[in-house]
């Protein structure tokens, strides 16, 4: 292979650049000439003691790492691939008790409980009031008499309200978790002047509050989805401490990525405008994967090799840092025809959006394809003309494809 022609010092994990776009074309020239490389980064850049990390750019090498965990471990410095280059370790380290940093055989026992909450059983019982909820969101939109922020007005309310019905968190607190979220992980985007010491307190009360739920149904048990996580700990399930993290993981997993996701997609839609007169006409069933791989909500995580290994020819060093950019495995030419045209009939679509397979595949993979289903089709209903005003404003996130306002209008 020949080398690819990137600039010196590119990082595909600068906030400053995916503040702006995701580097697809960058991507695509890993892929094509290096598809596993060195990124180098400057010590204690993303937080952490060493000199940069391996990005991994193609479907099938994404794919090994995600399902090979004994190889790459979730737990040796977490999941995610670049923190403020002020925090203490202790504050890495912490992360350890969210789901998504753990490895087995810990993981294997918190997932198999936590799982319970994701059963098909379960999101069957939730789609009618998040039906009525999709209406209500996009009727209320549709009432406003100029233009509106899309974010805010309609991809936040339907993951928000989803997560209050699934864990019985009252609607009326929903502000509160949707405002801890954005502070866990706005850290990097100096519009919101939000520091590292701020998330961590979001974070802390996030966790206070849902530690404060367990509590109060291990007192007076209900007939609901805490309670049967809660209850009756030495038969298997969490304590309030795992309980919290839980619930934390959920307000970014399933609020962030969903929202965004659904942000993506309009934005597609409406400057793909041939696909949004045919999700109109024929509501493709293959629409909401589509609109999950284009959008690809998170661009990356990382893992830590846990011996020498080998990858994509490269030698791979224990405690090597393994960036897996979900962005670049979603649009391989190995794997998706034509991959960066918006095919809302693509079909099939093995994407990694939810994740490359493994034990950190997406538990609410069937929740988010659900909520992303409902809310257009409740667009397409009540707000068909519905047009762009501006172009997006993209949130300055070293891992996360973020969308902070999409202004539009009713035609």
């Given at each position: 292979m020949s080398c690819p022609a990137l600039p010196d010092g590119f990082d595909f994990t600068d906030p400053d650049l995916l503040q702006h776009r995701v580097p697809l074309p960058e991507f695509a020239e890993l892929r094509r000439a290096e598809p596993v490389r060195w990124i180098p980064q400057s010590s204690n850049l993303a937080g952490f003691q060493d000199e940069g990390y391996w990005a991994v750019t193609r479907h099938a090498d994404v794919k090994y790492v995600s399902t090979h965990p004994e190889l790459y471990s979730s737990y040796l410095n977490t999941a995610i691939i670049r923190f403020n280059e002020h925090i203490e370790r202790d504050a890495i380290d912490a992360q350890r008790l969210i789901l998504l940093n753990m490895d087995p055989p810990e993981h294997t026992r918190v997932r198999q409980i936590v799982q319970r909450v994701f059963t098909p059983r379960a999101i069957r019982a939730l789609e009618d009031r998040l039906r009525a909820r999709a209406g209500s969101i996009v009727a209320e939109a549709r009432a406003n008499p100029g233009p509106f922020d899309f974010v805010t007005s309609v991809a936040c309310e339907l993951p928000l309200q989803a997560i209050a019905e699934l864990i019985g968190i009252p609607q009326d607190?929903?502000?509160?978790?949707?405002?801890?979220?954005?502070?866990?992980?706005?850290?990097?985007?100096?519009?919101?002047?939000?520091?590292?010491?701020?998330?961590?307190?979001?974070?802390?009360?996030?966790?206070?509050?849902?530690?404060?739920?367990?509590?109060?149904?291990?007192?007076?048990?209900?007939?609901?989805?805490?309670?049967?996580?809660?209850?009756?700990?030495?038969?298997?399930?969490?304590?309030?401490?795992?309980?919290?993290?839980?619930?934390?993981?959920?307000?970014?997993?399933?609020?962030?990525?969903?929202?965004?996701?659904?942000?993506?997609?309009?934005?597609?839609?409406?400057?793909?405008?041939?696909?949004?007169?045919?999700?109109?006409?024929?509501?493709?069933?293959?629409?909401?994967?589509?609109?999950?791989?284009?959008?690809?909500?998170?661009?990356?995580?990382q893992r830590t090799a846990t011996q020498d290994t080998e990858l994509g020819g490269k030698q791979i060093k224990k405690g090597d840092r393994v960036g897996i950019f979900y962005a670049a495995a979603n649009h391989d030419p190995e794997v998706f025809d034509n991959p960066d045209t918006f095919d809302i009939t693509r079909d099939p679509n093995p994407h990694l959006g939810f994740g490359g397979g493994g034990p950190h595949y997406c538990l609410g993979k069937s929740l988010a394809v659900l909520e992303i289903d409902l809310i257009f089709n409740a667009i397409a209903e009540a707000m068909p003309d519905l047009r762009l005003v501006g172009d997006p404003r993209r949130l300055r996130s070293a891992w996360i494809n973020g969308v902070k306002e999409l202004q539009v209008s009713l035609a």
């Open positions: 607190d929903r502000a509160k978790i949707f405002d801890w979220s954005n502070k866990m992980i706005s850290y990097d985007d100096p519009e919101y002047a939000i520091t590292e010491e701020v998330g961590q307190e979001s974070a802390t009360e996030l966790i206070a509050y849902a530690m404060n739920m367990a509590a109060d149904r291990k007192q007076c048990p209900a007939k609901d989805i805490v309670t049967t996580l809660v209850s009756a700990e030495d038969e298997g399930n969490l304590n309030s401490d795992e309980f919290g993290f839980f619930v934390l993981m959920l307000a970014v997993a399933g609020n962030e990525t969903t929202r965004n996701a659904i942000t993506h997609g309009m934005h597609a839609f409406l400057t793909n405008p041939e696909q949004w007169e045919l999700y109109k006409a024929e509501r493709p069933a293959t629409a909401a994967e589509e609109i999950v791989r284009w959008a690809t909500p998170v661009n990356s995580f």
